[in-house]
């Protein structure tokens, strides 16, 4: 692995079902990140970990939870998918969450569709 | 409340020089970030300011003024490949990156 991983690349998902998208990052990065981009709008956190055993929530977390069990994986869950989480997903990490040089560094996304 | 705001589009010629601004306004402010991102790709890091004045990294360069809430990313000799979205984020207090929608850069020959 080099750098940060998400699979699935892509879903489609019926209303209703639970989902597991899944992060996992080889940097030794302190910090991840979820993200959800839509089109016209710009990249919305939905949860983030400044360290492992530690979670937060972003901008729009309603509907998704993370764990940070470690310090490489940090995955995505939705509980019961809804029509308004077809979305494209980024997961990223940094070195720190909490200094001025947030260099963050991305995956390369998960397409999810829930029909 | 917090907001980033830049063009959606712009077209630009093969070779020449384009400005890309950015406004930001924020709960606290840690810096300025521009990211490039490919139509169906990650985005990737460019540049980061943190203090007022102009920072240039080959033929890139970003500009800052803190007092103004305004950036800008100057991109010189385009080529094709510069054509891609081009996405502001602003750091706030609490170190998290608030993001613009983006601005799609055209580049015509």
Redesign the interface.
């Known amino acids: 692995i080099a750098g940060i991983t998400q699979a699935p690349t892509s879903q489609i998902l019926a209303a209703g079902r639970r989902m597991t998208l899944r992060c996992t990052q080889d940097m030794r990065h302190n910090a991840m990140y979820w ?1 959800r981009q839509d089109l ?6 939905i949860h ?1 970990s400044n360290t492992a055993g530690t979670t937060g929530k ?1 901008e729009v977390p309603d509907g998704y939870s993370v764990s940070r069990a470690n310090t490489d994986d940090f995955p995505l869950t939705l509980a019961s998918a809804v029509p308004s989480q077809t979305s494209v997903y ?1 997961c990223a990490s940094s070195d720190s ?13 998960t397409r999810l569709t829930v029909l | 409340g917090q907001n ?1 705001d830049q063009p959606t589009e712009m077209t630009a010629t093969e070779g020449a020089i384009v400005q890309i601004n950015c406004t930001y306004q924020t709960s606290g402010f ?2 300025l ?1 521009w990211y490039q991102q490919h139509a169906g ?5 460019l540049s ?1 300011n ?1 203090l007022d004045g102009l920072e240039e990294k080959g033929r890139f360069s970003s500009f800052l003024s803190r007092s103004k809430g305004y950036s800008y990313l100057l991109l010189k000799e385009l080529q094709m490949k510069d054509s891609a979205s081009y ?1 502001c ?1 602003a ?1 706030d207090s609490n ?8 601005t799609k850069l055209i580049i015509k020959p």
């Open positions: 993200y016209g709008l710009g990249l919305r956190l983030y972003g980024f969450g909490t200094s001025l040089t947030n260099e963050q560094f991305f995956g390369p996304g | 980033i840690n810096g970030f790709e990650a985005p990737t890091f980061y943190v996405l984020a750091m170190y998290q990156l608030i993001w613009g929608a983006g």
